[in-house]
């Protein structure tokens, strides 16, 4: 073990309010998941330890963002120097989608080269409500980044999405 | 006694809700006050590195050099927290200064206290966004089940032919008629959806309670210097749904004076802002609604004759709940999902004696009544469905069978106008001459009660 690797990042969630950002660090970091709605605050952060294989391991720092409502410098200083982003949006509010295309640009403007995934949340309602896939594979598609379907109440597909970035690092 | 020096400081710091740590050179830890941990969650010792005490540095190693070697003055995190799966938890602000020390260049990392400010902000935030959510959750609802027009019966078929029918001819303008809350919105909304493209804009106004000029400016818009206010020029309702549809809600509260200048549009599409002398042309599908007996304001000369028949070509006429039968529990229990999902309550479906109050009640404000009873039910309900005692109706009790098997009719007849004068005669004394009362006490709509005292000759 003495000769493991720890490779620190930081990881940045993104997306409106409501969308799931919290429950998936939740439900990454912990495991458990709240129905009740807390909105977030500045930036909460979390941390855990990902195996990558035997030698080395990536110790994550995820800063779970508010409501992004003004692209300021606060901001510039919350994204300033992120291994990674995941881009979050709820699959039952088309608009949370369309919220993500400045998000990423500006993203993208401050942590240049740094890679970038969508997290499309909330899966387990798409059954309830008739939500039309082609126009969110539409949408993504023009935001430009890989995409994974995730609930943060199921424990859809939470783990890999954060591995799927860590892959890209 | 006295306390040394150092322990003066951590009272002080504690005091001041503001906590301190200090790295040397490397980066490792030197000395921080007790108070600490309170903020960062994590045991710290002596020796820790900055990026285990300080994750949030972490990614921002460049700026940490550059204030160690002072290149920059301060940098400052805001609004912090670490996550804690339980407890509250407590904000911070974290300041790194330059800090030099017998001639060494170190770091000193000042957390300060922001729980209090953030407490404030976090309130009207939640609440906020609390509201947000659940708009967004009714509004997909709507859109999703094109609830509200859920129904076998027959009324409510005919609903849905002849919105299959109209939606094509998107030039046509339509009016929907009914009591208040039998969904003429939705209705508008519903014919929007099925005829428009996606993104085409829905504008709506209520033509009630808005001062006559005022209204005239909002639907046309004006110029700059069309009146004394008008600043700058402004698009009116008409341009803003250019592609789409403009719902103009009780359309019979339309003053006369606006009245043929509405015609006039009607009829060439076109139309001027005021103060403008350049003509316009929009592509706008006008649904009007109402629920007056716009025709009888047409006898009473309130509403144009020609405006009446020119928005009357397509006529949809909006039925009382009261008239839906067993569609009115469907509606109940799609009212109670939609809730149950919102509130995550675990409520699904009506008890029998439910069913039989829901059915005995009157209805007097249709669909969105139902609607809030069911909200307020599913709210309070300790039970997982529905029983009658948590619905709480308001108004008249339904008439039960056993009254009504009471009344006789004599052999000699009676005369119904005379039973039905005397009823509202005696509803009337009841409510001590408040005809809105009165109408509520006897389950009609105030303009049914004024008509009939007219008729009866009690109002003038
Ligand atoms: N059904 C469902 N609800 C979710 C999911 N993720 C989050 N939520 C709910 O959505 C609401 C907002 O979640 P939260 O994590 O606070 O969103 P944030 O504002 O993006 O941090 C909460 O009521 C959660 O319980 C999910 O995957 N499925
Ligand atoms: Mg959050």
């Given at each position: 073990?003495?000769?493991?690797?720890?490779?620190?990042?930081?990881?940045?969630?993104?997306?409106?309010?409501?969308?799931?950002?919290t429950?998936?660090?939740?439900?990454?970091?912990?495991?458990?998941?709240?129905?009740?709605?807390?909105?977030?605050?500045?930036?909460?952060?979390?941390?855990?330890?990902?195996?990558?294989?035997e030698?080395?391991?990536?110790n994550?720092?995820?800063?779970?963002?508010?409501?992004i409502?003004k692209?300021?410098?606060?901001?510039?200083?919350?994204?300033?120097?992120?291994h990674?982003?995941?881009?979050?949006?709820?699959?039952?509010?088309?608009?949370?989608?369309?919220?993500?295309?400045?998000?990423?640009?500006?993203?993208?403007?401050?942590?240049?080269?740094?890679?970038?995934?969508?997290?499309?949340n909330?899966?387990?309602?798409?059954?309830?409500?008739?939500?039309?896939?082609?126009?969110?594979?539409?949408?993504?598609?023009?935001?430009?980044?890989?995409?994974?379907?995730?609930?943060?109440?199921?424990?859809?597909?939470?783990?890999?999405?954060?591995?799927?970035?860590?892959?890209?690092? | 006694?006295?306390?040394a020096?150092?322990d003066y400081?951590?009272?002080?710091?504690?005091?001041?809700?503001?906590a301190?740590?200090?790295?040397?050179?490397?980066?490792?830890?030197?000395?921080?006050?007790?108070?600490?941990?309170?903020?960062?969650?994590?045991?710290?010792?002596?020796n820790?590195?900055?990026?285990?005490v300080f994750?949030?540095?972490?990614?921002?190693?460049?700026?940490?050099?550059?204030?160690?070697?002072?290149k920059?003055?301060?940098?400052?995190?805001?609004?912090?927290?670490?996550?804690?799966?339980?407890?509250?938890?407590?904000?911070?602000?974290?300041?790194?200064?330059?800090?030099?020390?017998?001639?060494?260049?170190k770091?000193?990392?000042?957390?300060?206290?922001?729980?209090?400010e953030?407490?404030?902000?976090?309130?009207?935030?939640?609440?906020?966004?609390?509201?947000?959510?659940?708009?967004?959750?009714l509004?997909?609802?709507?859109?999703?089940?094109?609830?509200?027009?859920?129904?076998?019966?027959?009324?409510i078929?005919?609903?849905?032919?002849?919105?299959?029918k109209?939606?094509?001819?998107?030039?046509?303008?339509?009016?929907?008629?009914?009591e208040?809350?039998?969904?003429?919105?939705?209705?508008?909304?519903?014919?929007?959806?099925?005829?428009?493209?996606?993104?085409?804009?829905?504008?709506?106004?209520?033509?009630?309670?808005?001062?006559?000029?005022?209204?005239?400016?909002?639907?046309?818009?004006?110029?700059k210097?069309?009146?004394?206010?008008?600043?700058?020029?402004?698009?009116?309702?008409?341009?803003?749904?250019?592609?789409?549809?403009?719902?103009?809600?009780?359309?019979?509260?339309?003053?006369?004076?606006?009245?043929?200048?509405?015609?006039?549009?009607?009829?060439?599409?076109?139309?001027?802002?005021?103060?403008?002398?350049?003509?316009?042309?929009?592509?706008?599908?006008?649904?009007?609604?109402?629920?007056?007996?716009?025709?009888?304001?047409?006898?009473?000369?309130?509403?144009?004759?020609?405006?009446?028949?020119?928005?009357?070509?397509?006529?949809?006429?909006?039925?009382?709940?009261?008239?839906?039968?067993?569609?009115?529990?469907?509606l109940?229990e799609?009212?109670?999902?939609?809730?149950?999902?919102?509130?995550?309550?675990?409520?699904?479906?009506?008890?029998?004696?439910?069913?039989?109050?829901?059915?005995?009640?009157?209805?007097?404000?249709?669909?969105?009544?139902?609607?809030?009873?069911?909200e307020?039910?599913?709210?309070?309900?300790?039970?997982s469905?529905?029983?009658?005692?948590?619905?709480?109706?308001?108004?008249a009790?339904?008439?039960?069978?056993?009254?009504?098997?009471?009344?006789?009719?004599?052999?000699?007849?009676?005369?119904?106008?005379?039973?039905?004068?005397?009823?509202?005669?005696?509803?009337?004394?009841?409510?001590?001459?408040?005809?809105?009362?009165?109408?509520?006490?006897?389950?009609?709509?105030l303009?049914?009660?004024?008509?009939?005292?007219?008729?009866?000759?009690?109002?003038?």
């Amino acid at each position: 073990m003495a000769d493991v690797v720890t490779l620190s990042k930081k990881i940045c969630l993104l997306g409106s309010f409501g969308v799931g950002k919290t429950s998936l660090v939740r439900r990454f970091v912990h495991q458990t998941f709240e129905e009740n709605y807390h909105s977030t605050i500045g930036v909460q952060l979390s941390q855990r330890l990902i195996a990558l294989d035997e030698k080395a391991q990536f110790n994550l720092i995820i800063w779970d963002l508010a409501h992004i409502e003004k692209y300021d410098n606060v901001l510039k200083r919350y994204l300033h120097g992120a291994h990674g982003a995941i881009l979050v949006f709820d699959v039952s509010r088309p608009e949370t989608l369309e919220a993500l295309t400045p998000m990423r640009c500006f993203f993208h403007e401050n942590s240049k080269g740094a890679p970038c995934l969508a997290a499309a949340n909330k899966y387990d309602l798409l059954e309830k409500d008739a939500v039309d896939f082609d126009t969110i594979s539409r949408n993504v598609e023009a935001l430009n980044v890989r995409c994974v379907y995730t609930s943060a109440k199921t424990d859809h597909q939470v783990d890999m999405t954060f591995r799927t970035l860590c892959s890209m690092f | 006694m006295e306390l040394a020096v150092k322990d003066y400081f951590e009272v002080i710091l504690r005091e001041k809700k503001t906590a301190f740590a200090l790295f040397d050179q490397d980066l490792i830890l030197q000395e921080y006050s007790l108070n600490l941990k309170q903020y960062i969650a994590i045991q710290v010792k002596k020796n820790n590195p900055l990026w285990d005490v300080f994750p949030e540095l972490i990614g921002s190693e460049d700026v940490v050099k550059s204030v160690v070697t002072r290149k920059k003055r301060r940098f400052i995190i805001t609004k912090l927290t670490r996550f804690k799966s339980s407890g509250q938890s407590c904000y911070y602000h974290l300041t790194i200064l330059p800090y030099t020390q017998n001639g060494y260049a170190k770091l000193l990392c000042i957390v300060s206290d922001g729980t209090q400010e953030v407490a404030l902000e976090h309130e009207i935030q939640q609440k906020k966004y609390e509201i947000m959510l659940l708009q967004s959750t009714l509004q997909r609802s709507g859109i999703e089940a094109q609830s509200g027009f859920i129904g076998r019966s027959a009324q409510i078929q005919s609903i849905h032919e002849f919105v299959k029918k109209i939606a094509p001819v998107r030039s046509s303008t339509v009016l929907l008629q009914g009591e208040s809350g039998t969904g003429k919105n939705l209705a508008a909304r519903i014919i929007h959806n099925a005829s428009m493209q996606q993104g085409a804009p829905f504008v709506e106004i209520n033509c009630a309670g808005i001062p006559d000029t005022l209204l005239e400016s909002e639907i046309f818009g004006y110029e700059k210097g069309a009146f004394t206010h008008a600043l700058s020029s402004k698009k009116g309702l008409l341009e803003t749904a250019d592609g789409g549809t403009l719902f103009l809600d009780e359309i019979g509260e339309l003053p006369f004076s606006l009245q043929s200048k509405f015609l006039a549009f009607l009829e060439s599409k076109r139309f001027r802002r005021l103060g403008d002398t350049q003509e316009r042309q929009v592509d706008v599908r006008i649904i009007a609604a109402t629920n007056k007996d716009l025709m009888k304001a047409v006898q009473n000369k309130e509403f144009r004759e020609d405006l009446f028949f020119r928005l009357n070509v397509i006529n949809l006429e909006l039925p009382p709940l009261r008239e839906l039968d067993d569609d009115i529990i469907l509606l109940a229990e799609n009212f109670i999902n939609h809730f149950a999902y919102s509130f995550h309550k675990t409520v699904s479906g009506l008890s029998d004696s439910a069913i039989k109050k829901l059915k005995a009640h009157r209805w007097s404000g249709n669909v969105r009544e139902l609607r809030n009873v069911i909200e307020r039910a599913v709210i309070f309900t300790e039970n997982s469905m529905l029983d009658a005692p948590d619905l709480i109706l308001i108004g008249a009790a339904a008439i039960s069978d056993s009254w009504l098997e009471s009344i006789q009719i004599p052999q000699s007849g009676i005369s119904l106008p005379e039973l039905e004068q005397y009823l509202i005669n005696s509803a009337m004394n009841k409510a001590e001459g408040n005809v809105s009362r009165a109408a509520r006490l006897l389950g009609l709509s105030l303009d049914t009660l004024r008509y009939r005292l007219k008729k009866g000759g009690t109002l003038s």
